[in-house]
């Protein structure tokens, strides 16, 4: 049966997400066994879910096959408490059916479906291509992910309003970088659309706008804290909430000095997880970058 439209104080797949990184070996393969630890690591440091092959997965350098195997990976080693969502996302319509199709039948709890990048479809293009997907997706809960400084168009609140008739169009990540969105899909959809924020900076603001969550590049590290200003948020503690907001501050300017998940990969080594570098065409973080990287860990200690 198709899982019932959330209201926003209980979001199907929790508070916080993390956009896992994808460790690679020293060869530059996907290093299965480092993912399985890295992604029990994070649910038991504040993480309700655990997002692969996203863009912070580094998804666009993942072939499909590359991707399959690391979710069984993961998915078979965590509590079943633990919600995985698996980006299923393409510029393809096809390509993005059959990947949210093959989600479906490993078992996913979820599918993150991009919008489509580079083509720059209009709104009743994106409507029909998400269409095609829910259609194909059964029951499987999707979470639609806009990002328009990676793609290069908008998904319009309009649009996500006529693609909740599919009873499994159930979220969205706002990553559009305005706190306007929020509030925009909100009056417009209602608090049945479960609104994650798609930068961590934002977190606390957008919370405040209706915001249920964030899928989070900073819980790598931070997991914990954020679920703390979180739980403070709602619990009335706003000072507490804003103390935490404004102390996490650097580091989440920090994680996007340049393009992710390039500084998230380099804190992580620099905090003993050796996930590797990142996949041409992406590059190793810069040495005076990571200086500075080091030392907005170091005062976070």
């Known amino acids: 049966m198709i899982a019932e439209k959330t209201e926003c104080n209980n979001p ?13 070996t020293k060869n530059g393969d996907v290093d299965y066994e480092l993912a399985i630890k890295l992604s029990n690591y994070l649910f038991e440091n504040g993480s309700d879910g655990i997002v692969l092959c996203g863009t912070t997965g580094e998804s666009p350098t993942l072939s499909w096959a590359e991707q399959h195997d690391l979710f069984i990976a993961v ?8 919600k995985v969502i698996v980006g299923t996302g393409s510029n393809c319509t096809s390509e993005a059916v059959e990947a949210t199709k093959k989600a479906y039948d490993s078992g996913a709890d979820g599918a993150l479906v991009v919008v489509p990048y580079y083509n720059k479809p209009p709104q009743e293009g994106l409507y029909k ?22 793609t290069g168009c908008n998904l319009l609140p309009d649009t996500v ?3 909740m008739d599919f009873s499994n169009i159930l979220s969205i990540k706002a990553a559009s970088g305005r706190i306007e969105e929020v509030t925009e899909l909100r009056a417009i959809c209602g608090s ?12 606390l603001p957008m919370l405040s706008v209706g915001a249920v969550g964030v899928v989070s590049v900073a819980s790598h590290l931070v997991g914990l804290q954020l679920k703390e200003m979180i739980h403070s948020f709602q619990s009335g503690e706003i000072s507490n909430a804003l103390a935490i907001h404004e102390k996490l501050q650097p580091l989440f300017k920090a994680l996007f000095m340049t393009t992710n998940p390039i500084p998230i990969k380099a804190a992580l080594e620099l905090s003993g997880w050796d996930v590797g570098k990142p996949r041409s065409p992406l ?8 200086k500075q990287l080091s030392f907005i860990l170091k005062s976070l200690q």
């Open 192 to 203: 049945k659309l479960s609104v994650y924020s798609g930068d961590d900076s934002l977190l």
């Open 129 to 150: 291509h998400f269409s095609s997907i829910a259609k194909s997706a059964k029951d499987l809960p999707l979470m639609l992910y806009n990002i328009p400084g990676r």
């Open 12 to 24: 199907l797949f929790g508070r916080i997400l993390t956009a896992m990184v994808t460790p690679f």
């Open 75 to 82: 998915k078979g080693s965590l509590d079943a408490s633990c």
């Open 161 to 163: 309003k006529k693609l």
């Open 283 to 290: 590059s190793p973080l810069t040495n005076d970058m990571k």
